[in-house]
């Protein structure tokens, strides 16, 4: 059974940082693409990071330079370090995993709050 349980939201003044954490079990995330995604109040869900198997990452245009996406092989873990956060980045965050069928797997995600 997958399981993805993210940590180290919080609410954080603009311009601050937070560091998101997501642990696995019941799948590799070396093997694996995992990523991040958000989602604000009224609002759809939208990516924000990806990591592929082979390590190549990407980011969506309005975090890029801002947040980095790593993974932590033997933790089995995969991070989202979030820079000069700002108040548009306010969401829950959640972390997914998606194996070689395409088969996706959500975590409950984790409250991100930045105030101004």
């Known amino acids: 059974q997958v399981q993805l349980v993210e940590s180290g939201g919080g609410l954080v003044q603009a311009g601050g940082s937070l560091r998101l954490s997501c642990s696995a079990s019941g799948i590799t995330v070396s093997v694996n693409a995992m990523g991040w995604y958000r989602q604000a109040p009224g609002k759809q869900r939208e990516f924000v990071a990806r990591i592929s198997s082979g390590g190549i990452t990407n980011y969506a245009d309005s975090v890029k330079d801002r947040f980095t996406i790593s993974r932590d092989n033997a933790k089995n873990t995969v991070y989202l370090q979030m820079i000069s956060l700002k108040p548009e980045d306010t969401a829950v965050y959640y972390c997914?995993?998606?194996?070689?069928?395409?088969?996706?797997?959500w975590g409950q995600g984790t409250q991100v709050t930045v105030s101004s």
């Open positions: 997914n995993a998606r194996n070689f069928r395409y088969v996706e797997y």
